[in-house]
Antibody
Framework: EVQLLESGGNLVRPGESLRLSCEASGFTFDNYAMSWVRQAPGKGLAWVSGVSGRGGGTFYTDSVKGRFTISRDNSKNTLYLQMNSLRVDDTAVYYC??????????????WGRGTLVTVSS | ENVLTQSPGTLSMSPGERATLSCRASQSVNSNYVAWYQQKPGQAPRLLISGASSRATGIPDRFSGSGSGTDFTLTISRLEPEDFAVYYCQQYGSSLTFGGGTKVEIK
């Protein structure tokens, strides 16, 4: 059974940094691309960033380019999201999502339960 | 960016009825790369459909997807009590974008 467990969410002030982690189990981690998808309170889903199976390809939505960095440690079956220069509109539940394919984000067949990031002064 | 518009925003239905949810893209979706997800309150989304019409593993056959180009549809043939939820479409033909969601509520 695929399991994805996010951690690292917290309350931070605008301009601060935070690193999210996602521990994966139940599948061959480095065979699949992984992504972060967020959901602001009471709003819909928004893809944030993705990384290919070996980590060589990284992809970002425009609003986080230059501020967020996605990475993975396949020896630890763990996905990360380093978030710098956080803004109030980054406030959301951040979901870790397993892709169906290896090299590029497509669609997501498994999701974690999410971790809440709140950016507020 | 390929913007997805879902309609209606809310669908008020009774158990046993047929529900039809629409997802319209601002540009043609490459290879009909559209997925549908179901999300219940306080839960993560669950994949229902990929490639516009392929049901995910374990998804009941009352869920079906159709469409091509810019217009896509999710149909629930007979609503069960557990189907009342929010549904999102997503395109992955050009980067990735989600629609705003359709809430299926009990009438």
């Amino acid at each position: 059974e695929v399991q994805l467990l996010e951690s690292g969410g917290n309350l931070v002030r605008p301009g601060e940094s935070l690193r999210l982690s996602c521990e994966a189990s139940g599948f061959t981690f480095d065979n699949y691309a992984m992504s972060w998808v967020r959901q602001a309170p009471g709003k819909g889903l928004a893809w944030v960033s993705g990384v290919s199976g070996r980590g060589g390809g990284t992809f970002y939505t425009d609003s986080v380019k230059g501020r967020f960095t996605i990475s993975r440690d396949n020896s630890k079956n763990t996905l990360y999201l380093q978030m710098n220069s956080l803004r109030v509109d980054d406030t959301a539940v951040y979901y870790c999502a397993k892709d169906n394919r290896y090299n590029y984000p497509y669609f997501f067949d498994s999701w974690g339960r999410g971790t809440l990031v709140t950016v507020s002064s | 960016e390929n913007v997805l518009t879902q309609s209606p925003g809310t669908l008020s239905m009774s158990p046993g009825e047929r529900a039809t949810l629409s997802c319209r893209a601002s540009q043609s979706v490459n290879s009909n790369y559209v997925a549908w997800y179901q999300q219940k309150p306080g839960q993560a989304p669950r994949l229902l459909i990929s490639g516009a019409s392929s049901r995910a593993t374990g998804i009941p056959d009352r869920f079906s997807g159709s469409g091509s180009g810019t217009d896509f549809t999710l149909t629930i043939s007979r609503l069960e009590p557990e189907d009342f939820a929010v549904y999102y479409c997503q395109q992955y033909g050009s980067s990735l974008t989600f629609g705003g969601g359709t809430k299926v509520e009990i009438k």
